[in-house]
């Protein structure tokens, strides 16, 4: 039997296990799947939306792979990005992901994340679900994010409506992570999310409160920045960014974080 370090962390309600490969190798690399769906198990291991494996990188300080609890491999995460930039314990740091080169700023327990360039936006897509027909929007913000603007997110099946978008044929074959968003005034907007690999609804999503954010203003839901984002976790997430010639530029999240424990897994 083997022995894993690890530590548990929490951003905005997002929980991840973070193993730090970069001085030596705690799991071998085709075994992070599989390691994701033990650890990640909220009954037979620790308990996380998803596990994140830092590892050496030749351009950046560091590389971010995450990995969901159903052993898929993400892009990127947000909340995740967040919690490594504070597990790294400096103030700047840049980090590889699979989505690009991620820049933080950490000041105590706040972490302001500079993300990747959106790509990939369209509005009012008419999508059918079943016998009715909806408008939704997407945009990729490091992960592809499909988002409803409705009236009261609190009404929502966000894990039934979710999942079938998620699983749509318009989406496929990646899928798409689906949320659910609500204008409060001109800089608010409160959020839920079904996260794509999870398959369920969780208390935040850092790339969904960016997708969000952006398609707010982009609509003229919102007409001021940041947009402040209340996730379901109860805290508020700040979306900083630049819009001109109809592009979306300098995107920056913004939020919490912090150390929940540190462990050993007997593998």
């Known amino acids: 039997m083997s022995k894993i370090q690890f530590t548990k962390m929490v951003a905005s309600g997002n929980d991840f296990v973070i193993i730090d490969c970069s001085h030596k190798s705690e799991v071998r690399s085709q075994k992070l799947s599989g390691f994701a769906k033990t650890i990640c198990d909220r009954k037979y291991g620790a308990g996380a939306d998803g596990l994140l494996v830092l590892e050496n990188s030749k351009k950046t300080d560091f590389k971010m792979r995450v990995f969901n609890p ?16 504070l597990f790294k314990g400096r103030n700047r740091v840049k980090f590889e992901t699979k989505a690009g080169i991620i820049e933080a700023q950490v000041a105590k327990d706040t972490v302001k994340l500079k993300m990747t360039d959106p790509r990939d936006l369209w509005a009012n897509i008419d999508l059918n679900i079943g016998t009715q027909f909806y408008k939704v929007h997407y945009i990729n913000t490091g992960v592809p994010h499909t988002v409803f603007f409705v009236g009261n997110v609190d009404t929502i099946n966000v894990k ?12 496929q074959p990646a899928g ?3 949320s659910f968003a609500q204008a409060i005034d001109a800089k608010t907007i409160k959020l839920r999310t079904y996260e794509r690999g999870i398959e369920d609804e969780t208390l935040a999503c850092g790339t969904g409160s960016v997708a969000s954010a952006l398609l707010s203003y982009y609509l003229k839901i919102t007409k001021k920045t940041p947009v402040a984002v209340e996730t379901r976790g109860g805290e508020v997430l700040k979306v900083y960014f630049d819009y001109k010639n109809n592009k979306f530029s300098n995107v920056w999240l913004e939020g919490s974080a912090r150390i929940v424990y540190e462990g050993v897994y007997h593998v």
């Open 70 to 85: 159903d052993g898929s491999e993400a892009d990127m995460c947000g909340n995740g990005a967040r919690c490594s930039a």
């Open 176 to 178: 798409t992570n689906t």
């Open 160 to 171: 039934d409506v979710g999942k079938q978008v998620r699983f749509h044929k318009q989406f």
